[in-house]
């Protein structure tokens, strides 16, 4: 088996006695890996890991050296290792220091007998679409690609803005809110789903588009095909905008369009036998926790 990359962000003192026992276990399995080098450097600090550890930047970063990556906190650090990933097929599998955790589904608590059962193969690959979103601009480089959602916000007011929405270049609407949404069905559990937006299943072939506390209450959000190509064009009082694809975010100006589409590559994320989205699903939204049932 290849080495695992491990990538992670800060963490509170709560989780030292986990992580510590984390990396115990994965050298008493003499499992090989390497750490994200500004994590590492938190690592050793907090934790004492050894300064003798290999590591690994983003420049240098190669994921055909690896087997799978093991991103350590919430759903924002596992977002964050797409950008290394991109289009490699590289697993991910996320171990949860965060809070709701519907990508990084793997509590601290268990994370010992899912490393057990990835050293063992005991494990599924999950396919996850991906969106991009293309401007004359360039906007976010070779990073304009989002497995959650893609975002558009107002900036530096309190007015709403106005975002014109056309579908394989027909007029869809123009929503007046604080902002819009495309989501993936990954992102479907995201931010779209506390704006209102449903929840479909990562296998669902759509986009959901969702905005962001509209002033219309006959306004809703709207499933369509990701086979379907959304143009934006952005409208109202000012004249610079925030733009977010996942975490990353950048300003744009009121002559920006932004065409969004389904990428031509996809996500992998690691699932245990154990799991499955539906149970997650249950688990972290506390359905069925009804004693009727």
Known sequence: ?????????????????????????????????????????????????????????????????????????????????TTFIKNSKLPILGLNTGRLGFLSSINLEHMEEAIDQILKGAY????????????????????????NEL?????????????QVYVDGKYLNTYWSDGLIIATPTGSTAY????????????????????????????????I?????????MDGRNSNFLMSMDSRSTTINEDCVITVMKNDFEITLVRLKSHSFLKTLRHKLHWGYDRRN
């Open 151 to 163: 975002t558009i916000h107002k900036k530096d007011t309190q007015s709403m803005i106005a975002v």
């Open 225 to 233: 095909s990701d086979q379907s190509v959304i143009t934006l064009k």
């Open 1 to 81: 088996m290849k080495p695992f990359a491990i990538y992670g962000r800060e963490f509170g003192e709560e989780h030292n006695k986990r992580i510590i026992e984390f990396f115990e276990f994965l050298d008493s399995k003499g499992a090989k890996y390497s750490v994200y080098e500004p994590f590492a450097k938190f690592l050793q600090n907090r934790i004492g890991l050894s300064n003798q550890i290999t590591t690994y930047s983003k420049e240098d970063f190669n994921a055909s050296e690896f087997e799978i990556m093991l991103s350590i906190g919430g759903d924002g650090t596992m977002l964050d290792t």
């Open 192 to 223: 779209s789903l506390s704006c209102g937006g449903p929840i479909i299943l990562p296998s669902s072939a759509n986009f959901i588009i969702t905005p962001v506390a509209t002033h219309n209450l006959t306004v809703r959000p709207v499933l």
């Open 124 to 147: 599924m690959i999950d396919t996850r679409s991906v969106l991009k979103a293309v401007t004359e601009e360039n906007h976010f480089g070779n990073e304009n690609f989002a497995l």
